[in-house]
């Protein structure tokens, strides 16, 4: 199984970017899907994230700006964010688990990471 991500960038505060996240080599429906991020001298958090079955979680600081969904065409999981803020700054990776850990970093496959910056 690997998990692939792009779509990191720069952008202003107040933007948008969309995360992209490719899981190949296991049927794509029996992954549960999150992404992570982290930012220098913190720890990794969970921003999101989305089951075999759809249902959906998000950290509290995300809710409203933040949205997790499948292309079942591609096999993409995204997640759009918008109006960013420079507290969302961080690199984010993504991560997939036949055992859906929601927001926990207990994932036993994950991608490189894709930086997203958001300046003020």
């Known amino acids: 199984v690997s998990v692939a991500e792009s779509g990191g960038g720069s952008v202003q505060a107040g933007e948008s970017l969309r995360l992209s996240c490719r899981v190949s080599?296991?049927?794509?429906?029996?992954?549960?899907v999150a992404w992570f991020r982290q930012a220098p001298g913190n720890q990794r958090e969970g921003v999101a994230s989305v089951d075999s079955d759809e249902e959906k979680y998000y950290a509290a600081s995300v809710k409203g700006r933040f949205t997790i969904y499948r292309d079942d065409v591609d096999h993409i999981v995204y997640l759009q964010m918008n109006s960013l803020k420079p507290e969302d700054t961080g690199m984010y990776y993504c991560?997939?688990?036949?055992?859906?850990?929601?927001?926990?970093?207990?994932?036993?496959?994950w991608g490189q990471g894709t930086q997203v910056t958001v300046s003020s």
């Open positions: 991560a997939a688990d036949v055992f859906e850990y929601r927001l926990e970093p207990k994932y036993e496959f």
């Open positions: 080599g296991y049927p794509y429906r029996a992954y549960g």
